[in-house]
């Protein structure tokens, strides 16, 4: 049984304590926030973070990160804190001896991935980065294509959502030096997906809006590589509702998903006039990321599908793109 402890008890934070409580190899041994209010109060965000209502009794509440810290008993800390928080509380954690899943972005910087990276094989501590969708159904059926056919003619991804207005009444989100905007708290789940799939591009090309305190809200980039494949990303804070969604033409038919229809993924064959809906497994990425961690931590293992080198290396792809959005010009990584 492994004894997490969530650090961070906003929306996000209330999701990954309402998997903990759930899991049958688990347990939720405490939960920190600098706000003990917020931690029975109901936060939404743009997804939905589960059931969970009240934090059963023996779940131990701090304020305290340092203090949480002190209990040799909890084995793993879930770092669900505002993102430029991630480096610091990671790394203070590692030092602690506790393994840490933190959730995406995994930093602001490479500098502080490589502080991250550093600690944790400094100290001999597991550590997870929170991209989700390499564990989602949806977008495994997406890897699972490109093994088998090779890479698409062409691939377009979406990721949009309303502004992200759950956070406290100040709002992080809209400070460019602790959430990176809309590139790196939307965006980066894209960008991670195109470096699982295909690698590092040789180039990209991004544009987008910016906010009044000149945040960025909307991105759209084109990814250069050496193959013969088109690949464009577009995320955004400024559409309605939320929707994830991908188009994949390859040269048997077209692959398509799109998280707001029913049913949400089929798959086209060249020259027919029938799709072909896609039998999807149970569960979600939140869900299917924690029993692969939980795995890892059971047997002593290092992650293999996502790895903190590789999570550096999306962190990498995302700069390009915000050099990109400034310079107006196209950023080569070679």
């Not at 992080?172 to 470096?195: A, E, K, T, Y």
């Not at 050496?226 to 990303?233: E, I, V």
């Amino acid at each position: 049984m492994i004894r997490f402890a969530v650090a961070g008890f906003g929306f996000i934070g209330k999701l990954h304590a309402d998997i903990i409580l759930k899991h049958p190899k688990a347990e939720l041994a405490a939960v920190v926030d600098s706000n003990l209010s917020k931690i029975d109060a109901v936060t939404k965000g743009n997804i939905d973070t589960g059931d969970i209502q009240k934090l059963p009794a023996k779940v131990a509440r701090y304020q305290s990160f340092e203090k949480m810290l002190q209990d040799t008993s909890i084995d793993c800390v879930s770092i669900c804190v505002p993102t430029f928080m991630h480096k610091k509380m990671s790394v203070q954690a590692l030092e602690a001896g506790k393994h840490v899943i933190c959730e995406k972005p995994m930093a602001l910087s490479l500098e502080d991935c490589d502080q991250m990276i550093e600690t944790a094989e400094r100290t001999n501590r597991h550590l997870f980065i929170g991209q989700c969708l390499r564990f989602w159904p949806e977008y495994i059926a997406l890897k699972q294509k490109v093994q088998k056919t090779g890479l698409p003619k062409s691939i377009i991804f979406r990721r949009v959502s309303p502004p992200p207005s759950w956070a406290d009444a100040d709002n992080w989100f809209f400070d460019p030096l602790r959430s990176g905007g809309c590139l790196f708290d939307l965006h980066v789940h894209d960008v991670d997906m195109i470096n699982f799939l295909f690698g590092e591009p040789v180039a990209v090309f991004s544009t987008g809006n910016s906010g009044s305190s000149g945040i960025n809200i909307s991105v759209i980039t084109q990814y250069i590589f050496s193959q013969n494949m088109a690949c464009l990303a577009e995320a955004s804070w400024q559409y309605p509702d939320f929707k994830m969604a991908y188009s994949a033409v390859f040269e048997t038919g077209l692959l398509e998903y799109d998280c707001t229809q029913n049913p949400s993924i089929y798959f086209k064959a060249t020259g027919e006039s029938k799709a072909e809906v896609i039998s999807i497994a149970d569960g979600d990425g939140y869900i299917k990321e924690y029993d692969y961690f939980i795995d890892c931590l059971e047997k002593n293992k290092a992650p293999e599908i996502i790895t903190a080198q590789s999570a550096r290396q999306s962190i990498k792809i995302t700069l390009m793109e915000q050099q990109s959005l400034h310079s107006g010009r196209v950023v080569q990584f070679r």
